[in-house]
């Protein structure tokens, strides 16, 4: 149904946005002036600790300045109930006391049928609870009780039956009016081609109804209880009602726990999410026995910003979450992602809980992995890289994936940051190569060589695990390390903020020349493939790639437990604590922001010099204005740091001491934060 915004703008006026937003987020008492309608909260669609998320009620509008989330009223309906557009018009029209207008004749009629069909699955849906509950469903209570299946979990979820019969069904519909070619439009009954009587789909089976957005029957899945009996388990077919691909199972329930929680949980099949469910895991669904597909994918970002994929831990299993990743990686989106848990070998969600419990289940969601990381394993664990034909076709199938990405955003963010750890990987191995060819180290600079100290060091390592670089006595030199390892772990802010970071002064050579190879990078991302990349970074270079980068195991050989990005975190402990983007860019920001002071600094220490020996009126306007700009940014820079250092200490879990968010204290030059 189509909506003029005649009608649209009467709910609007009528429903005051901060009352409708207000309902799932708290005020921020300190920055929200009601009596002009300005209220300020933490965002509800991205983890914050501080609020960014802003209504206007005086334009009907809210945005966050974290994560740009941005709408009206039907948009924020939308986006946290995971409703239709239409959807959420009804409902706000019904809230706001308007009335909708009549649908047009064809539209009606399509409503009409579609809620006939819905009654029609209602009724075999109380057929086939009353056939659970009766003499024939004696074996099907033994399975439920077999999968320790509690009272209640079987009438939340209208366990039924469906007694092996060819008929048994289309009796009980006939009964109550129902023409065949209602239950064969309904997906009940098969119509044989060859002119013979139809007869009822599900048999002899244990039936789960499937239900909408709204609650209603659509459709059925049912499991065999025959041991021999196959299929195993048996959807309803594509009906008015039923579109396997676009539905997820148990999403009526499960849609505001995890919106509560802010996670939500996609499992295999239906049992697997009832088991969870019963369990007290409330954000659960599963897809209906196919391939994720795009329209799912959308739909569970309604639910929350990085679902996590928990599949079983069998071969099975594994092939369905990789079929997933080429279905997710299309509709990827800035702030939406996937995380992926890989269950023990050979046990599924409900065998987890049963061994385990609620703890143990848990504790293999909170260790998911993220959609960019099974990406990597499962290229590299698959490939050969012994020979440039083969690292040309690695890097082809990265790119042939990530060209998949319509955001154009995401897809460069991708791109920046497979180059860099294909370097990292393609580098170690040749190294490998080069130690167990015998050779002495391998240089790959274009500009020069390193020292033959570097190669002692080298020598010292174990393969494939490149020396860390030393840290001289430099006050800039753990920010300006800082700089470059964010600028490979959020290869946004590279792309985001390249222009400056490339003009920014650095007192390290060695981290003005890393720094230099990345704007490089970014500058001509697509005509840059990662062995080209190998051969213009020089083993310091490569050196300091490893130590910001995670440790990267070879195609075949086991990758070593790590936190990674070990070093960095190191010099930014609150990178533990998993802090949003908006502070990491703002932290980011301060640091070029100290580096350019210290620049400004460096520059009026020299102009001082030179009017010792020579002190004009150019000169010295020239010192004043550098020494009011100089004062200027300290203060400005003071100020930035308290305010991180406030934000740090919300973000960390368990609160010490107050920690300056610089500190030139520490060994190497590190910074702390928080």
């Known amino acids: 149904m189509r909506f003029d915004n005649h009608l649209l703008d009467e709910i609007r006026a009528r429903l005051t946005l901060s009352d409708l937003v207000g309902r799932r987020v708290s005020w921020d008492r300190r920055k929200t002036q009601p009596g002009k309608g300005d209220y300020w909260a933490c965002c509800p669609f991205h983890q914050e600790k501080s609020p960014s998320f802003h209504v206007d009620d005086r334009r009907n509008r809210y945005k966050c300045f974290g994560c740009g989330a941005s709408g009206d009223h039907f948009r924020f309906v939308t986006e946290t109930e995971g409703l239709s557009f239409p959807e959420a018009v009804e409902r706000l029209a019904e809230q706001a006391g308007v009335a909708l207008p009549a649908p047009d004749p064809q539209a009606a009629r399509r409503e009409q049928k579609r809620a006939s069909l819905a009654d029609v699955c209602e009724m075999a849906a109380r057929f086939f609870q009353g056939e659970y509950?009766?003499?024939?469903?004696?074996?099907?209570?033994?399975?439920?009780?077999?999968?320790?299946?509690?009272?209640?979990?079987?009438?939340?979820?209208?366990?039924?039956?469906?007694?092996?019969?060819?008929?048994?069904?289309?009796?009980?519909?006939?009964?109550?009016?129902?023409?065949?070619?209602?239950?064969?439009?309904?997906?009940?009954?098969?119509?044989?081609?060859?002119?013979?009587?139809?007869?009822?789909?599900?048999?002899?089976?244990?039936?789960?109804?499937?239900?909408?957005?709204?609650?209603?029957?659509?459709?059925?899945?049912?499991?065999?209880?025959?041991?021999?009996?196959?299929?195993?388990?048996?959807?309803?077919?594509?009906?008015?009602?039923?579109?396997?691909?676009?539905?997820?199972?148990?999403?009526?329930?499960?849609?505001?726990?995890?919106?509560?929680?802010?996670?939500?949980?996609?499992?295999?099949?239906?049992?697997?999410?009832?088991?969870?469910?019963?369990?007290?895991?409330?954000?659960?669904?599963?897809?209906?026995?196919?391939?994720?597909?795009?329209?799912?994918?959308?739909?569970?970002?309604?639910?929350?910003?990085?679902?996590?994929?928990?599949?079983?831990?069998?071969?099975?299993?594994?092939?369905?979450?990789?079929?997933?990743?080429?279905?997710i990686f299309p509709v990827l989106k800035s702030g939406y992602s996937f995380q992926f848990c890989f269950l023990p070998d050979g046990m599924d969600p409900d065998d987890l809980i049963k061994q385990r419990g609620l703890v143990g289940f848990e504790a293999e969601i909170a260790g998911a992995q993220p959609l960019s990381d099974v990406v990597w394993d499962r290229e590299i664990n698959a490939a050969r890289i012994d020979t440039p034909e083969r690292k040309a076709a690695l890097e082809k199938r990265f790119e042939d994936l990530v060209e998949s990405i319509r955001d154009d955003r995401v897809k460069r963010r991708y791109q920046l940051d497979l180059k860099f750890k294909l370097s990292n990987l393609f580098f170690q191995q040749a190294r490998q190569g080069g130690r167990k060819s015998g050779s002495q180290g391998n240089s790959f600079s274009q500009k020069g060589r390193g020292t033959g100290k570097g190669r002692d060091q080298h020598e010292e390592q174990p393969v494939g695990r490149p020396a860390r670089i030393s840290a001289p006595d430099s006050p800039m030199f753990g920010i300006e390390r800082l700089v470059c390892g964010l600028c490979v772990r959020y290869p946004l802010l590279l792309d985001r903020h390249l222009e400056r970071i490339s003009s920014t002064w650095f007192s390290e050579d060695l981290h003005r020349r890393f720094r230099d190879a990345l704007c490089r990078l970014a500058d001509n991302l697509d005509d840059t493939p990662a062995s080209v990349l190998v051969r213009s970074f020089d083993e310091p270079l490569h050196k300091l790639l490893s130590e910001v980068i995670e440790?990267?195991?070879?195609?075949?050989?086991?990758?070593?437990?790590?936190?990674?990005?070990?070093?960095?975190?190191?010099?930014?402990?609150?990178?533990?604590?998993?802090?949003?983007?908006?502070?990491?860019?703002?932290?980011?920001?301060?640091?070029?922001?100290?580096?350019?002071?210290?620049?400004?600094?460096?520059?009026?220490?020299?102009?001082?010099?030179?009017?010792?020996?020579?002190?004009?009126?150019?000169?010295?306007?020239?010192?004043?204005?550098?020494?009011?700009?100089?004062?200027?940014?300290?203060?400005?820079?003071?100020?930035?740091?308290?305010?991180?250092?406030?934000?740090?200490?919300?973000?960390?879990?368990?609160?010490?001491?107050?920690?300056?968010?610089?500190?030139?204290?520490?060994?190497?030059?590190?910074?702390?934060?928080?």
């Open 133 to 327: 509950a009766g003499p024939r469903g004696v074996q099907a209570r033994a399975y439920t009780k077999k999968r320790d299946l509690l009272p209640e979990t079987l009438a939340e979820f209208r366990f039924g039956f469906a007694p092996e019969s060819r008929d048994a069904l289309k009796k009980y519909l006939t009964e109550k009016n129902i023409s065949e070619d209602m239950m064969i439009e309904a997906g009940l009954l098969i119509k044989p081609e060859d002119g013979r009587p139809s007869y009822d789909r599900f048999r002899g089976r244990l039936m789960i109804p499937i239900q909408d957005d709204r609650g209603r029957v659509v459709a059925f899945g049912g499991r065999t209880l025959n041991p021999e009996g196959q299929p195993k388990y048996l959807n309803s077919p594509e009906t008015p009602l039923f579109h396997k691909g676009a539905m997820l199972f148990n999403a009526h329930r499960a849609r505001e726990p995890a919106f509560k929680s802010g996670q939500a949980i996609a499992v295999e099949g239906y049992l697997d999410a009832i088991a969870l469910w019963q369990a007290d895991v409330r954000h659960v669904v599963a897809t209906l026995g196919t391939a994720f597909t795009e329209d799912q994918v959308v739909r569970l970002w309604k639910f929350a910003a990085e679902p996590v994929v928990c599949f079983d831990g069998d071969a099975a299993g594994a092939s369905a979450a990789h079929r997933a990743i080429d279905r």
């Open 551 to 674: 440790e990267t195991a070879l195609p075949g050989e086991p990758r070593e437990k790590s936190d990674g990005f070990s070093a960095l975190v190191q010099r930014f402990p609150l990178l533990r604590n998993s802090p949003p983007e908006d502070f990491i860019e703002a932290v980011f920001i301060h640091f070029l922001d100290v580096l350019e002071l210290t620049a400004l600094e460096n520059e009026l220490d020299m102009e001082m010099q030179a009017i010792e020996t020579e002190l004009d009126e150019t000169t010295w306007a020239r010192v004043q204005a550098l020494t009011q700009d100089l004062k200027r940014r300290r203060e400005e820079c003071a100020r930035e740091e308290a305010e991180l250092a406030e934000r740090a200490k919300k973000i960390r879990i368990s609160p010490p001491a107050a920690v300056p968010l610089i500190s030139n204290d520490q060994p190497s030059g590190d910074v702390a934060v928080g």
